[in-house]
């Protein structure tokens, strides 16, 4: 039977649940058990794919095609393991099954009501991983040992409160089966010189006023927390002080599973289920890989071509880029670059450049001259997704002379193509769509490399399967004149015949993907794209 892991949070926002989910999730594969995490949002939207990254930072992307909270980014890169659409949950998802349920007549002659209905469907789908027919498609056709869930948002939330009640419930059904995990805050007064507690205390009153009294606490602290003050935060909160944990500000969030592990961590989470402790596990190859990123001295400078000047807007692509600097010795120096207002100073200090992924026509220009810039100056370029697109649209405009040249997306309306090179088109089975949200292509598709080309020389095969979030596509109409002149397609879709890569013939490191290459990084076998960029750029 499956255990289950509920990871709440309270005072305030951003305290860092996904990071300690994966982190128990971690600890706790390295005993030898099969875990998976989850995470339930609290908001309506059916999910975060429409939501602007000023917003809600970066939209990832599950291998079968759904869009998800970054967090589960976090998870696959500390864990290895593959989520799918239901390790991602909404309120809106959840209450467009009731209200399916309830137009089909499955609940005929009752009343809906958020208890038990809406509850007994966040129940369902919390459960619903332990079900190993779940998702055979997707590899899940087994059982897991643990399920950890994340619950978004705040305690004390209005629109927390039905996951809550559907925690109370489950831990009552399942007595020692589940622990509720809950992380707080303990601010530091700089005033007074004090640690404060009494918003801990809040939090955890505000917990059991829903019914749940939390088994392990982890407080979020900027400094250190000594014995006398975990002891006073177990006595207010009935937790047991082998189960006050601090999580102290660490220099990466990769050091979070060590200094969980050191404190015993995953060890008070078995004792806590009935299960037999054993010996502390080796985080060997973990270790490792903090090893090398304390003693890199070297610094690689990397440029973020772009229009959302926030950090987890592109949050797996700047992960991709740490862990391919770490194993080469080097430290990675991220500078964003607006791609509204370009400034070249800024692109000749990097020694790559990516040019990142987008949608609207916002902030384009910008990404094409970082494109040409780069591509004269030798400079090494990744371009994703609309940065692909774009290092298409600045080659038809200055190598080809199509000074017209631009994508569909972009196209006024009305126009046609007469005189207008649109390089970049929609793709077919778009035309039809006229919903927004869910719509584009979504999820892993296989990609064949061609021979002799620089990627399959990267890759080290023929054959790769790589995750995708796009409308528009390479118009395949002019593929002959760009390869007479040097960008050719090196990677296409062997079904669809889509181009899904493009590089630069003689160019240093010149390569466009239709994919997001980011999502498949982690920290323990880093992306060998990023892994060959970044090799490159510190050559130059």
């Not at 100073?345 to 902030?363: I, K, S, T």
Request: aromatic letters at 8%; proline letters at 4%.
């Amino acid at each position: 039977m499956s255990k289950y892991i509920f990871v709440t949070g309270g005072v305030v926002s951003s305290l860092g649940k996904g990071i300690i989910s994966a982190s128990i999730g971690k600890l706790l594969q390295k005993r030898g058990y099969k875990i998976t995490i989850q995470k339930f949002d609290p908001y309506i939207n059916i999910d975060p794919g429409t939501l602007n990254p000023y917003e809600h930072g970066e939209c990832y992307v599950t291998a079968d095609g759904m869009e998800t909270d970054l967090d589960l980014g976090h998870y696959e890169r500390f864990t290895g393991i593959q989520t799918t659409r239901h390790n991602s949950q909404t309120t809106g998802r959840i209450y467009q099954a009731v209200i399916d349920k309830e137009r089909r007549g499955d609940y005929l002659g009752h009343t809906i009501q958020v208890v038990p209905h809406i509850t007994d469907e966040i129940k369902r789908r919390i459960q619903q991983l332990a079900n190993p027919s779940v998702d055979d498609k997707m590899g899940m056709g087994e059982s897991y040992d643990f399920i950890i869930t994340e619950i978004g948002g705040t305690i004390g939330d209005m629109e927390s409160a039905p996951f809550l009640e559907a925690i109370r419930q489950l831990k009552w059904q399942l007595g020692k089966d589940a622990v509720c995990v809950h992380l707080t805050y303990v601010p530091y007064l700089k005033a007074a010189c004090e640690l404060k507690t009494k918003p801990t205390q809040h939090s955890v009153k505000e917990l059991q006023s829903a019914g749940i009294q939390p088994d392990i606490l982890v407080l979020r602290t900027e400094k250190h927390l000594d014995d006398h003050l975990r002891a006073k935060v177990a006595g207010f909160c009935n937790v047991d002080l082998e189960c006050i944990i601090q999580s102290e500000d660490l220099p990466s969030i990769y050091e979070v599973p060590v200094n969980m592990q050191k404190q015993g961590l995953d060890a008070v989470i078995l004792r806590k289920m009935g299960i037999p402790v054993g010996e502390t596990p080796d985080l060997g190859e973990w270790n490792h890989f903090l090893e090398l990123r304390r003693n890199a001295k070297d610094v690689v400078r990397i440029g973020l071509v772009g229009k959302y000047d926030l950090q987890d807007a592109y949050k797996s692509i700047m992960e991709s880029l740490s862990h391919a600097a770490t194993y080469h010795h080097r430290k990675v120096s991220i500078s964003f670059i607006p791609s509204e207002h370009l400034d070249k100073d800024m692109l000749e200090a990097q020694d790559g450049l990516v040019v990142c992924p987008g949608f609207g026509q916002r902030g384009t220009e910008g990404k094409i001259l970082a494109a040409q810039y780069a591509r004269e100056h030798d400079l090494p370029c990744l371009g994703i997704c609309l940065g692909m697109q774009m290092m298409v649209i600045e080659f038809a405009r200055n190598v080809l002379g199509w000074k017209e040249a631009k994508s569909r997306e972009f196209a006024n309306e009305g126009e046609t193509e007469d005189g207008v090179p649109f390089v970049i088109d929609l793709m077919e089975e778009q035309k039809c769509v006229s919903q927004m949200g869910g719509t584009m292509r979504l999820g892993a598709y296989d990609c064949q490399l061609a021979d002799g080309s620089h990627a399959a020389a990267i890759y080290g095969k023929r054959l790769i399967s790589e995750r995708h979030r796009h409308r528009y596509e390479f118009n395949n109409a002019f593929l002959g004149a760009f390869e007479a002149r040097g960008l050719v397609c090196s990677g296409r879709n062997p079904d669809a015949q889509l181009v899904e890569i493009v590089e630069m013939k003689g160019h240093r490191w010149y390569i466009g993907t239709q994919f997001h290459p980011e999502y498949q990084s982690t920290v323990l076998h880093p992306h060998p794209l990023f892994m060959d960029f970044i090799k490159t750029a510190i050559g130059k």
